[in-house]
């Protein structure tokens, strides 16, 4: 990325980015590289002097490249925006809505983030300014930090010296924007498909090492506890290091409406949830009383939580089957519509006749509030809220705006489903790359709980044997083995090693997929029942196999 935009992303001037952020950072690099050896000289002989010149190197390359990180971020932003942004700048031109109030109405819009800062941005040019649209589109492009954004922009400045019309302009940029954020929406899919391999090949690694602090303490007489600390610390850097990795680079596309109003799928969600936890504090209870390994207590403990999970995935299945609905409603409605003069409540009186699945229902009911003389956007809202999706939220809103203004129905209705529909098709392989995700952490945390305990198994096998051993006078363990260990400690561990990667895993899916992160509960609750089921199975196995008691 280029530094001119990194820097205009901080929305400071350069000498006061380095006056206040930069300085301050680098000069505490330098002191507290500076008290460390004052204090502690004992520590830093040897090599360890160069941890002492990489403090300030870590401060200095933190202020170079927070710049860069921040653009990044934005860039992620407005990307994630530009499908929205596109339809609406479409839908509304239509409209013959004046060149200047598009960008007025889009900062105006609470829905947008950064996009719609930079949309006031050329607004204000303009306005404030005296500035030509082309002359506030060139400014604004060269310092966004959004490529794809940057690119409409020019074009958009061309399309208005050259004296094209806006809404032949923008028709055309629907195709071309929105194979630009195919383009970024699957980029991003490859790249977390290319993490997750890294991520199993890290998670095998790491499977050895916690296999290795297990083993070879008996050996060597290390502190077992200790090692299986740092492999528990391992596993919880790698995931949390894979969560942030797939959050910065996944578009933000949430499947759930976004108006803040509760609908009755929300209310199933909240009812489940605390029916859930009062089974969790049940089984807790109740597994006082049960003869069984603490990982087995603790899979009962939460296996509560499969409801809550049980239903956020068939209210999330709702909201997808809708969304698959949608654009044959929308393109039937402004077909229907521009049939009867733009008469929005006629259209919809003919529709009710007709099936559109999942969707049948909530539209009779658009229909009795818009017959009802309610506000027309409120009941739009409610139709939104009803539905529970936050693609129809946005589309919806830009489909009233723009008849309303004058907009033809139908053209409009075609402009916006046919995004609708490119969207849709790029989130069905959103949901394939998590659906073969959550096979692969099925199987990993198979193998963590298979080759870990199996490793414990034996640990705990050679300890009783040799503390059984009647030694020589004058020989002590420690001249064949150090059976100095907590086994205990040990299992404890493993379990906080399982029950935390199947949280992070479960995560990982949801962050993939984009879903509520509710309904990763089920993925949670089985991936600790597989680690559950694999203890028992192994330290069966070892105990028939190597005849531990």
């Known amino acids: ?66 710049p860069f990180s921040v653009a990044a971020a934005k860039a992620k932003d407005i990307d994630s925006d530009m499908h929205y ?31 719609g800062e930079e ?28 490529v794809i954004f940057a690119d409409f922009l020019d074009r958009f400045a061309h399309a208005v010296q050259s004296g094209e019309k806006i809404e032949r302009f923008l028709g055309a940029e629907q195709d071309t924007v929105m194979r630009d954020y195919a383009t970024m929406y699957t980029g991003a899919l490859t790249s977390i498909d290319i993490v997750k391999e890294m991520f ?24 077992a506890t200790n090692l299986m600390l740092i492999s528990t610390f391992s596993f919880a850097v790698a995931d949390f290091s894979v969560i942030m990795f797939i959050r910065a680079k996944m578009p933000r596309d949430q499947i759930w409406q976004q108006l803040g109003i509760k609908s009755e799928s929300d209310r199933n969600l909240k009812r489940s949830i605390v029916f859930s936890l009062a089974g969790c504090l049940v089984a807790i209870v109740l597994v006082r009383f049960v003869i069984a390994p603490d990982v087995i207590k603790i899979a009962i403990i939460l296996t509560p939580l499969l409801y809550t999970g049980r239903i956020a995935a068939k209210e999330e299945a709702k909201i997808k089957r809708k969304d ?8 039937s409605l402004g077909s229907s519509a521009s049939a009867r003069g733009g008469m929005i409540g006629e259209a919809l009186k003919s529709l009710r006749m007709h099936d559109f699945g999942p969707l049948t229902k909530t539209i ?39 008849t309303h203004l004058g907009g033809e129905a139908a053209t ?39 080759t870990l305990y199996v490793s414990l198994g034996v640990v705990e096998l050679m300890q009783g044997m040799f503390e059984a051993v009647e030694l020589p006078p004058g020989m002590s363990m420690g001249m064949i083995l150090y059976t100095d260990i907590n086994i205990g400690v040990l299992y404890t561990l493993v379990t906080v090693i399982m029950v935390m990667h199947s949280l992070l895993s479960s995560l990982m899916i949801r962050f993939v997929d984009g879903g509520n992160l509710l309904n990763g509960t089920t993925h949670f609750v089985m991936m600790v029942w597989i680690g559950a089921i694999s203890a028992v199975v192994c330290k069966a196995s070892v105990s028939s196999l190597l005849g531990l008691g």
């Not at 479409?90 to 900062?107: D, V």
């Not at 204000?124 to 002359?135: E, F, I, K």
């Open 85 to 115: 942004f596109v339809t609406q700048m479409g839908a509304l031109a239509l409209a013959n809505t004046a060149r200047k109030e598009l960008f007025k109405m889009i900062s105006d819009d609470p829905n947008y983030h950064l996009i």
């Open 324 to 331: 698959d609905n949608y654009p044959s409603f929308l393109r």
């Open 200 to 223: 199993v090949s890290l998670i095998m690694s790491l499977i050895f090492l916690a296999s290795f602090s297990a083993i070879m303490p008996i050996i060597t007489g290390m502190d």
């Open 364 to 402: 009779n009911r658009l229909y009795s509030r818009l017959v009802s003389r309610i506000n027309k956007l409120d009941a739009w809202n409610l139709f939104s809220v009803e539905t529970g999706s936050n693609l129809i939220q946005r589309f919806s809103v830009m489909f009233v705006e723009s």
């Open 412 to 450: 409009v209705g075609d402009m916006i489903a046919t995004n609708f529909n490119q969207i849709v098709r790029l989130r069905k392989l959103r949901y394939q790359s998590a659906s073969t995700m959550i096979g692969v952490f099925y199987g990993l945390t198979a193998g963590i709980g298979f």
């Open 119 to 146: 949309c006031r941005k050329i607004y204000l040019l303009m306005d404030t300014w005296n500035l030509s649209l082309a002359d506030a589109c060139r400014f604004v492009a060269e310092r966004t930090p959004s």
């Open 1 to 66: 990325m280029e530094l001119k935009k990194a820097i205009a992303s901080l929305n400071v001037p350069l000498p006061k980015y380095i006056k206040r952020f930069a300085l301050p950072i680098i000069i505490f690099g330098f002191i507290l590289s500076f008290l460390l050896y004052s204090l502690f000289p004992e520590l830093f002989m040897g090599s360890a002097k160069y941890i002492l010149l990489a403090v300030p190197a870590i401060c200095i390359t933190f202020v170079v490249m927070y």
